[in-house]
């Protein structure tokens, strides 16, 4: 008989990121990017998953019946006051969880190492500031950091969108809402809820995924009629962001969808995680500040990827970071190794890597000798 409790209570123990529960194995723990088996536990079973399965949904009838129609969940479920974001899935017809350990305690920004430009960018009045990377690159760790501290700052009214819901927020000196999208929550469709909040007079909207052209569109129409947008997009880079939500729209309409980007999007942050030298995980940022070059980039009839990564260089001042930029400096500083550097960029650029790392090189020795 197995017992969900005795595993957290492991994990916690043992700070994994995420639980992996599959019939037929150990459960497995991901600490710092590798998966470790509780050695202490028998193999699960397949009634081991349908007893955790019901553990996880506490009889909540819209759950299951969204679990059977599609086959999937993402819910929430909170353990000794720590929630946890939870998948279940099929795997030859059993059931299957991803649990992901949410830290009751949000780090700040700082810690996270993400660059101070996206903290100031909170304070535009309006527009769209997106948050990206591939699964598990901290998005949403960023995401909220970013929530904390402007609920800590600034007098607004935030209202969130998350599926499902992980950090929970108490308002400060802004007035926070947060609703949780899904069949039986708080709205059914990340779509439903951006149009609601046009009613709901908040200053910020913060979407947790935009995952289709209609939910596209309603953040651009939040963002066009006076609100400060903040979404997340699953792409690996800048470049690939615009790309993405260009290729939302038909082609006879993505003349107009370009120019509204251009003028609306103030600012995309693309995030990657990498294993450290000293073992723990470390932020790898790049940064688009959206000035008059990028914005006229993104106009142009035909994006190139090569175009925006150059104009991101050339905005430097402004605050963009470059990925390349962002690595050497970390290479640099010793948080990463030469081969880590190498295997985050093209085979293309390595010769572009050597060269910004012996820039920054002489630019660090030269403060030192001052």
């Known amino acids: 008989m197995i017992n969900l409790d005795n595993i957290l209570d492991i994990a916690i123990k043992r700070d994994a990121s995420d639980v992996h529960l599959i019939s037929g194995n150990k459960p497995m723990l991901r600490i710092v990017r590798d998966l470790v088996p509780i050695e202490e536990m028998e193999e699960l079973k397949d009634d081991d998953m349908a007893e955790i399965y019901d553990a996880i ?6 759950k299951d019946q969204v679990f059977n129609e599609t086959r999937k969940l ?18 030859d017809g059993v059931q299957l969880c991803t649990l992901r350990i949410i830290k009751n305690e949000l780090p700040t920004y700082e810690s996270l190492g993400v660059p101070d430009i996206v903290r100031r960018m909170t304070y535009q009045p309006q527009g769209l500031i997106l948050v990206t990377g591939k699964t598990n690159s901290g998005k949403s760790t960023t995401l909220n950091a970013l929530i904390n501290y402007i609920n800590e700052t600034q007098n607004k009214k935030i ?7 992980e950090y929970k927020h108490h308002s400060k000196k802004s007035l926070i809402v947060q609703k949780e999208v899904g069949k039986g929550q708080d709205c059914l469709t990340y779509h439903d809820g951006v149009k609601n909040a046009l009613r709901e007079d ?16 309603a953040a651009i129409e939040m963002a066009e009629s006076g609100h400060l947008v903040i979404g997340t997009l699953h792409t690996k880079s800048c ?14 309409d993505q003349a107009q969808i370009k120019y509204l980007l251009s003028s609306l999007l103030k600012l995309v942050v693309s995030q990657r995680l990498l294993k450290g030298t000293d073992g723990n995980l470390v932020l790898v940022p790049e940064v688009m500040v959206v000035d008059n070059i990028v914005a006229g980039t993104i106009r142009k009839e035909k994006i190139s990827v090569s175009e925006i990564e150059d104009a991101i260089q050339s905005a430097s001042e ?37 060269r910004t790392i012996m820039q920054l090189r002489i630019k660090r020795d030269n403060i030192s000798n001052r």
């Not at 209202?159 to 819901?165: D, V």
């Not at 908040?202 to 596209?216: F, N, P, S």
């Not at 963009?320 to 690595?327: A, D, E, H, Q, V």
């Not at 290479?331 to 093209?346: D, G, P």
Request: net charge negative; hydrophobic share 40%.
């Open 74 to 91: 993402d819910t929430s479920y909170v353990y000794q006051g720590i929630r946890l974001r939870v998948n279940v899935s099929l795997s």
């Open 159 to 165: 209202l969130t969108l998350e599926s499902p819901i």
């Open 57 to 62: 949904i506490m009889g909540n009838i819209d």
């Open 318 to 354: 402004k605050g963009s970071i470059g990925l390349i930029n962002s690595i050497a400096q970390l290479f640099v500083e010793e948080k990463i190794t030469l081969e880590q550097a190498k295997s985050q960029i093209e085979e293309k650029n390595i010769e572009t890597l050597n």
């Open 239 to 252: 470049a690939e962001t615009v790309d993405r939500m260009i290729n939302f729209y038909e082609v006879r």
């Open 202 to 217: 908040c200053d910020i909207l913060v979407i947790g995924e935009i995952r289709d052209k209609v939910t596209m569109e």
